[in-house]
T-cell receptor, first 111, second 115 residues
């Protein structure tokens, strides 16, 4: 499985755009990049998934460069409720492989 | 669908006792995961089932832990005997493997305290 590296923590203020970058140098051809969000006392929740270039949904955008060795989760105009841990995962989409989480990035949004 | 349902939500037990955690995955999902989360070790994968068969149990800490999935709608994680270091939040998740665009859905977790 491709190993992922993320910053341990980030701080931001309400209304700012937050970009969290994940490195995955050993990503395989069939691998997709998936991000999950976890609030305190809750299980992780899927945010976004992509293979290359850019993916956008109602929650976030995911930017993936051509070499796919990294990806950036972009949260526009964060609010206090975006304070959470964000996990980057790499694996084959819909494949029969276990879902392994790294340490994640703890985002703290200040008023 | 009500999502992944775990029970109990909280469990307090004495060291040496048997503990059984339960999980009902989302109907139609064919994969199920058990995780353990602590501040020190983060979110650890314990075991992964696909079509009720254990595919990867390399994360099960030791023989005191066992997991079963007798059918597609139910799984248990048993700890016998329990120890204080087993105190953690245990999450169950399910996913539909083999289909493009799938994501894993997590339950609310069981907070286990072993005293």
């Amino acid at each position: 499985l491709a190993k992922t590296t993320q910053p341990i923590s980030m701080d931001s203020y309400e209304g700012q755009e937050v970009n969290i970058t994940c490195s995955h140098n050993n990503i395989a051809t069939n691998d997709y990049i998936t991000w999950y969000q976890q609030f305190p006392s809750q299980g992780p929740r899927f945010i976004i998934q992509g293979y290359k270039t850019k993916v956008t949904n109602e929650v976030a955008s995911l930017f993936i460069p051509a070499d796919r060795k990294s990806s950036t989760l972009s949260l526009p105009r964060v609010s206090l409720s975006d304070t959470a841990v964000y996990y980057c995962l790499v694996g084959d989409k819909g494949g029969r492989r276990a879902l392994t989480f790294g340490s994640g990035t703890r985002l703290q949004v200040q008023p | 669908d009500a999502g992944v349902i775990q029970s109990p939500r909280h469990e307090v037990t004495e060291m040496g006792q048997e503990v059984t955690l339960r999980c009902k995955p989302i109907s139609g999902h064919n994969s199920l995961f058990w995780y353990r989360q602590t501040m020190m070790r983060g979110l650890e994968l314990l075991i992964y089932f696909n079509n009720n068969v254990p595919i990867d149990d390399s994360g099960m800490p030791e023989d005191r832990f066992s997991a079963k999935m007798p059918n597609a709608s139910f799984s248990t994680l048993k700890i016998q005997p329990s120890e204080p270091r087993d105190s953690a939040v245990y999450f169950c998740a399910s996913r539909l493997d083999g289909v493009i665009g799938t994501e894993a859905f997590f339950g609310q977790g069981t907070r286990l305290t072993v005293v």
